[in-house]
């Protein structure tokens, strides 16, 4: 018995690995065998009886700037990761524009060595982290590194000789393009693996990438251009000079990052006094602002919005403190729907008072307009806050499948108050609630 205990968690693992990180686990084999290759080929080529010339100080001053980078690791909203300063490091030693000495003396960079140097550099820079008990963000890694890979291989095998001997406006010209590649790449992969995570559709997930990663990889891309043609002229020094404005630019991104870190816990908390005065169950802001946000992934609403239905549900029920008496359970469905708007008035009014929620105060006021026949017409955000909202007062932390099955058929029945477009969605929601509890 004991041994057929011990082998159950096996499969299991298995199925999560293989359902939940293939995609994950895919990028990681891609990574894992670039870089095996990359060290299998710069031993060879170091091997060989021609030895290159290889400017190791170059390559540990990079190196170095890389692994600094992963150490400053930059945490953006929504779960995200970036490394601007290691992506800055990492591309200009890539495009690096090496001195022609002339003769066989010349320096080489090999395509592979670039990899190499930058694999290592995010190595160490990772250790730290890994130390501290902190993720050590191999996702956001091996993504970097395959983007960097990339326009490594393409400019040192393809382009270089080319561009060597050409104007700096050309040079320039070309490496804006392969920096806009490199960064193309590593926003396509972290969109395939955010819609893979959290279940939203690729197209969406890339709008939402290139929205967040527009204006960071503008600041690298200037940055790479600026480093590779100043340490051409002035050598690895200048390096050292070129932290202080990266860390800034930096700072500002963390501080956009906190700012809206700040706002959500501020949300999450101001939620819980329906909680915490009794007026709805416990967790149930928490499970309407999940099921909300699984609803609006589904129907395909950008980040932005969703980020506004999140407040929104996490504040739906906050007008119910406002009540002389508690609703049972604090169910509103169960209450008129004078009362119901009432409650909804209540409460994006309070919102509102902050002056800097006012989409998520319409939200809120919206819950309780019908979704046909009303005029003007509530918006989806609305629409699916009500929807949310009445499911779990009918389901609550239940998870029992033919309770949740009998909600929806309630939802169906009644087109004029529940939209029909979010009902299907909550329907295929509520299927994977059970595993997953949302």
């Not at 065998?33 to 080929?41: D, G």
């Not at 800055?88 to 010349?106: D, E, I, K, T, W």
């Not at 949300?267 to 099921?291: D, F, I, N, Q, W």
């Not at 009362?339 to 006021?365: F, N």
Request: proline letters at 5%; charged letters at 15%.
């Amino acid at each position: 018995m004991t041994s057929v205990m011990a082998r159950r968690p096996e499969p299991d693992r298995l199925a999560y690995w293989q359902a939940v990180d293939s995609g994950r686990l895919l990028l990681m084999a891609a990574a894992a065998m670039l870089v095996t290759a990359s060290f299998a080929s710069t031993a060879v080529i170091l091997n060989s009886r021609s030895k290159p010339v290889i400017d190791w100080h170059t390559a540990l001053a990079f190196g170095g700037l890389v692994a600094f980078g992963e150490l400053l690791r930059l945490a953006l909203p929504g779960g995200r990761e970036a490394a601007p300063i290691a992506m800055v490091g990492a591309m200009s030693y890539a495009l690096l524009l090496l001195p022609v000495l002339g003769g066989p003396a010349r320096p080489q960079l090999p395509a592979v060595l670039v990899v190499a140097v930058c694999a290592v550099g995010m190595m160490v820079g990772a250790m730290p982290h890994i130390a501290a008990g902190r993720p050590a963000g191999v996702t956001g890694m091996c993504t970097r590194l395959v983007a960097v890979a990339g326009v490594a291989f393409i400019f040192r095998s393809v382009l270089s000789g080319f561009v060597l001997t050409k104007p700096w406006q050309l040079q320039a010209a070309v490496m804006a393009v392969l920096i806009f590649f490199g960064w193309l790449i590593d926003t396509v992969v972290a969109a395939l693996i955010r819609a893979d995570d959290v279940g939203a559709r690729f197209a969406v997930a890339l709008v939402d990438e290139i929205r967040l990663q527009w204006q960071l990889g503008l600041a690298v891309g200037a940055s790479v251009i600026i480093t590779v043609f100043s340490v051409k002229a002035m050598g690895l020094p200048v390096l050292i000079a070129f932290i202080g404005p990266l860390l800034v630019t930096q700072v500002a991104f963390r501080r956009y990052a906190g700012i809206r870190a700040t706002y959500l816990q501020t949300v999450r908390s101001l939620a819980r006094v329906t909680e915490v005065a009794g007026y709805v169950e416990a967790g149930h802001s928490r499970r309407v602002s999940r099921l909300a946000v699984a609803i609006g992934r589904g129907l395909g609403m950008a980040e932005p919005e969703l980020l506004a239905l999140e407040y929104g549900a996490l504040m739906h029920d906050i007008g119910q403190l406002s009540l002389r008496d508690p609703i049972p359970g604090g169910a509103t469905v169960l209450v008129s729907p004078a009362d119901q708007e009432r409650i909804a008035e209540l409460g994006a009014d309070v919102i509102g008072q902050a002056g800097v929620l006012d989409e998520v105060a319409q939200l809120v006021r919206c819950q309780a307009w019908p979704a046909r026949g009303h005029d003007p017409a509530p918006p989806l955000g609305s629409k699916i806050i009500r929807a949310a909202n009445a499911f779990d007062d009918m389901v609550g932390s239940s998870t029992d499948r033919d309770r949740s099955i009998a909600a929806i058929d309630r939802m169906r029945l009644d087109p004029v108050r529940y939209d029909v477009d979010v009902v299907t969605v909550l329907s295929e929601v509520a299927s994977r609630r059970v595993a997953s509890r949302l």
